[in-house]
């Protein structure tokens, strides 16, 4: 059995797979990063200095009752609430990614089709064999040297 498994999982597919999601974990994290890092920041301050991740609706006060000056206090008071901040952040998050994405797949297609030879049209002439000359495919005389192809 434990032969088996190994086999399974030395497979191409397996390990393409491995590496894609572990590319991708790290991908996510370097996305994280720039959402809330560098993008977030100049939004909220447009915005009138509006930290997103820290927009919340308390839904039920926690054992210290609010207002509470930030969602980790919340939290920590046991707080129940609708973290509508942290889901624009996630939404951002998944637009860049899905940009990203696109922009590697569109990049992949050009390079794919850039190698595909484009299909040679099929031919509309041939040689006379007397003369040598390009004639229509169905031509019975050449119209050059007129001799009667077969």
Do not use: W
């Not at 797949?105 to 595909?116: C, D, H, L, P, V």
């Not at 007397?130 to 004639?135: D, E, G, K, R, V």
């Amino acid at each position: 059995m434990f032969k088996e498994f190994r086999e399974f999982a030395m497979r191409g597919s397996v390990l393409d797979m491995a590496v894609g999601i572990i590319i991708g974990v790290a991908f996510g994290a370097v996305v994280q990063s720039l959402v809330s890092d560098i993008l977030m920041p100049p939004i909220g301050l447009l915005l009138g200095n509006v930290d997103f991740s820290n927009l919340y609706i308390p839904l039920v006060a926690g054992k210290v009752a609010g207002p509470y000056a930030s969602l980790a206090q919340a939290q920590v008071a046991g707080a129940v609430t609708l973290n509508y901040g942290q889901f624009i952040n996630k939404i951002i998050s998944f637009l860049i990614v899905a940009f990203a994405l696109f922009l590697v797949i569109k990049g992949m297609n050009r390079f794919r089709r850039k190698q595909e030879a484009p299909a040679a049209p099929p031919a509309e002439t041939k040689e006379c064999p007397f003369c040598l000359s390009a004639i229509a495919l169905k031509a019975k005389r050449c119209p050059h040297c007129t001799s009667q192809l077969g």
